[in-house]
Structure formats: structure tokens, C-alpha cells
T-cell receptor, first 115, second 114 residues
Framework: ETGVTQTPRHLVMGMTNKKSLKCEQH?????MYWYKQSAKKPLELMFV???????ENNSVPSRFSPECPNSSHLFLHLHTLQPEDSALYLC??????????????FGNGTRLTVT | KQEVTQIPAALSVPEGENLVLNCSFT??????LQWFRQDPGKGLTSLLL?????REQTSGRLNASLDKSSGRSTLYIAASQPGDSATYLC?????????????FGSGTRLSIRP
């Protein structure tokens, strides 16, 4: 298996639930990212990890909690979300951070609906 | 502050036509610019990456150009096919960031009519 894999593909959760999104990359990259894509808005960078260390946190609410246990895996833990958090959450990886010269590779995303 | 704009937001052309998608950015201090394709409900697929020292990149029927001084990039699609229908996004990697802060445009939704 190659590329960037995200699970689950779809997730519906209530505002009081706790859930986690998972991302796995099989490209040997050393940087991983979480992006949020809402309807009719540009992609928003949420978190960046380089060599398992968080190097960027783009003013994301604390109800989103990232975890990077190793360079191949990235999680996004969710709790007490709001309906406006419904969006497509995309994971990406690259060979270095900041990726001055290397392209981003994206997973297919998790479509999250908060009810 | 770097801003990326893609105009038009949507474009519909008949099959077989050549077409150009536009991307503009406000600050020429970038490491590179990348074009992506996104199908409905899917992630982004990288099409072409142009380093700041390059002027164009080609892959099959796709050709991307970069003019840093004017803050513009174009994606040229030759002999368009219905399978080219998707949203095309450009993204710039600005210099001076403490970490990766790739900035995306809002995309152009392309529809190729059979």
C-alpha cells in the first residue's frame, strides 16, 4: 500500500462525543499536516508535525487535539465539537518541513458531520 | 500577507478545447507553487510543482507556467476530456515562514461537456 490513507472516510458525531481521525503515510516522509476544508473556503492549515514534533498550531480551538506517535502516523482527536466544525479534514505529508522544495501528498480526507 | 486568487471560480467548456486556468498571488517571495486537482468528496492530487527558479513544468497534456515578478501562474490543459472535470487548486509556499504555511486559492471548478 502506498500514499496517504485516512480513516474513517465518513464520520457523524454528536456534540458530546469523542472520536479520532487517523492518517497513515507510506511514503517515508518526515512531515505531516492536518488541513480543514469547509464549503466555499480555501483549505485551512491546522497543524504541522516535523519528525513527530509539532511545529505549527494555527490557532486551532482546543477541542481539536493532534497526536503524532511516529513519522508515519497522525491522529486528530475530537471532543465537544460544534456544528460549524463539519467539514472535510485532509491529511497530507511531505519530505521535509517546511517543504521548500517538496510537494504535498494528500489523503482522501474524512468527511465529518457534527449533529 | 500572501493571498492567492483563482479566477474564474467555475468554467465550462466543450470537450476537445484547450483551456487555461489562472492563479495570482500577492507576494513573489515563494519557494514554489503547486497545482492540485480535487474530485468531489476526495482529497487533492498533486499535478505539477514549479520551483521558484523555474518558469514552467509539463506533464502529459498539462503545462504550468510561473511568472514570479507578476505574481501569476497558469495551468494549460490541452485537448480537454470529460475526465478532466474537477476542481483545480493552486497553492504557494511562501518564504520566511517558521513552518510550512502553504496558502491555497479557492479553486476553479472545471466542467468539460461531452
Amino acid at each position: 500500500e502506498t500514499g496517504v490513507t485516512q480513516t474513517p472516510r465518513h464520520l457523524v458525531m454528536g456534540m458530546t462525543n469523542k472520536k479520532s481521525l487517523k492518517c497513515e503515510q507510506h511514503l517515508g516522509h518526515n512531515a505531516m499536516y492536518w488541513y480543514k476544508q469547509s464549503a466555499k473556503k480555501p483549505l485551512e492549515l491546522m497543524f504541522v508535525y516535523s519528525l513527530e514534533e509539532r511545529v505549527e498550531n494555527n490557532s486551532v480551538p482546543s477541542r481539536f487535539s493532534p497526536e503524532c506517535p511516529n513519522s508515519s502516523h497522525l491522529f486528530l482527536h475530537l471532543h465537544t465539537l460544534q456544528p460549524e466544525d463539519s467539514a472535510l479534514y485532509l491529511c497530507a505529508s511531505s519530505q521535509e518541513s517546511p517543504p521548500q522544495g517538496s510537494p504535498l501528498h494528500f489523503g482522501n480526507g474524512t468527511r465529518l458531520t457534527v449533529t | 500577507k500572501q493571498e492567492v486568487t483563482q479566477i474564474p471560480a467555475a468554467l465550462s467548456v466543450p470537450e476537445g478545447e484547450n483551456l487555461v486556468l489562472n492563479c495570482s498571488f500577492t507576494d513573489s517571495a515563494i519557494y514554489n507553487l503547486q497545482w492540485f486537482r480535487q474530485d468531489p468528496g476526495k482529497g487533492l492530487t498533486s499535478l505539477l510543482l514549479i520551483q521558484s527558479s523555474q518558469r514552467e513544468q509539463t506533464s502529459g497534456r498539462l503545462n504550468a507556467s510561473l511568472d514570479k515578478s507578476s505574481g501569476r501562474s497558469t495551468l494549460y490543459i490541452a485537448a480537454s476530456q470529460p475526465g478532466d472535470s474537477a476542481t483545480y487548486l493552486c497553492a504557494v509556499n511562501p518564504k520566511g515562514s517558521s513552518a510550512s504555511k502553504i496558502i491555497f486559492g479557492s479553486g476553479t471548478r472545471l466542467s468539460i461537456r461531452p
